[in-house]
């Protein structure tokens, strides 16, 4: 009784340390995600295909979090410089330039099964359910991200400014509805 | 006082409610409320009323263990309700100054002060800020909890608190009243001290 007791803690850990390496497989080769999800299933034969699958959507949720946390960034970057008086265009034009790209990549952010069943995440299962509501939400804001970016060519600080606050309510607008309160 | 009292418990309780459901807006401006009241509770503990002034009512260990050993009388808190409020200002106040440092996780919104620390301090503030919730509402479960233990044992607490009017032991000095234009003065300094505040504390 005892040794058994022993070895099924035993067994998870090391489950446990086998999924942590994948991930972090997959993290490293993160920026070529599409790449290695092709590769990973052309090399496997069929029958292993949903050994791979968790992993391969670990990695698009792994990306989609650090996309997130860029884009958080970026917006608070550019919120310190409108609010600071006299705003640096050129650190806004960057910052809303890495937006409206990974605003772009968002699209291939949300496959089903990347909710809370596969890993710690914000992302609620609501998504999933209202996926036509969901894409159009997702598409707001990228319409938003791509016109707040344009606008940052310009030297019309107030457009930019209220382009800004446009591309926020689509963010809102989405966190609101399909992000639960999450701490990391 | 008492308005002040039952103002800041539903503000607490707005800020919570309003923070859940998403009106970070109007969760700043409840803060700032806070914010007011708590300074002017500040001043007033220094020239309101007696019972409010903090040199009247807060005391050392000794006067403590003089009120557990029944050796106190008088209006007002006890020495050991005196450590609550104490506290619970203390608490407030840091969870007041966390929310004026801090920004969102996404970048909408920002407490009035957040520029006069870098992004990253913003963000560990907002998380301190979060967990320090659970400080005040410690606080707030023993305050209640003593005032349920008072009333247990005969003693009405939430009626003064309410009416203004309490029973006091023979012999005992009634509170002596604050001016009501010491308050106004007390409550236009607290105003003015929030709203340079709200505009980013300048000239820092």
């Known amino acids: ?184 | 006082m008492r308005l002040v009292h039952w103002l800041l418990a539903i503000l607490i309780g707005f800020s919570w409610w309003s923070v859940r459901n998403h009106h970070t807006d109007w969760h700043i401006w409840s803060g700032c409320a806070i914010l007011t009241l708590l300074v002017f509770r500040l001043l007033w503990g220094l020239v309101g009323s007696s019972t409010a002034r903090f040199s009247n009512f807060v005391r050392g260990p000794r006067a403590i263990g003089d009120y557990f050993r029944g050796r106190w009388s008088g209006a007002g808190h006890n020495p050991l309700g005196a450590m609550s409020v104490v506290a619970i200002l203390a608490a407030l106040a840091v969870q007041v100054g966390l929310g004026l440092i801090s920004q969102d996780e996404d970048g909408l919104y920002a407490g009035p002060l957040y520029r006069l620390v870098g992004t990253d301090a913003s963000d560990s503030a907002r998380d301190i800020h979060e967990l320090w919730f659970n400080a005040i509402l410690g606080l707030i479960a023993l305050h209640v909890a003593a005032i349920l233990f008072y009333r247990i044992r005969g003693r009405h607490l939430t009626k003064p608190m309410v009416t203004g009017r309490a029973v006091l032991d023979p012999g005992t000095q009634p509170m002596r009243r604050g001016k009501w234009w010491v308050a106004l003065i007390c409550l236009a300094v607290s105003i003015g001290i929030t709203r340079w505040i709200i505009a980013g504390a300048p000239p820092f």
Not at chain 1, 96 to 109: C, T
């Open chain 1, 1 to 184: 009784m005892r040794f058994a007791s022993i070895t099924v803690p035993a067994l998870c850990v090391s489950l446990v340390a086998c999924g942590g390496s994948g991930a972090s497989q997959a993290n490293n080769s993160q920026a070529n995600i599409s790449d290695a999800a092709r590769t990973g299933t052309a090399a496997q034969p069929a029958t292993v295909q949903n050994a791979s699958a968790p992993v391969d959507l670990r990695a698009v949720m792994h990306e989609r979090h650090e996309g997130m946390e860029t884009i958080g960034k970026s917006n608070k970057a550019i919120k310190r410089e409108f609010d600071g008086g006299s705003p640096d265009l050129a650190t806004i034009r960057g910052s809303a330039a890495k937006i409206a790209d990974l605003s772009q990549k968002a699209s291939l952010w949300f496959p089903a099964g990347t909710g809370p069943e596969l890993g710690k995440t914000g992302a609620k299962p609501d998504i999933w359910q209202n996926p036509q509501d969901f894409a159009a939400k997702l598409h707001n804001f990228q319409v938003a991200a791509k016109a707040f970016s344009a606008a940052t060519g310009g030297n019309d600080v107030n457009a930019i400014k209220s382009k800004f606050a446009d591309l926020g309510g689509t963010c809102k607008a989405c966190h609101d509805k399909y992000r639960s309160e999450m701490h990391h």
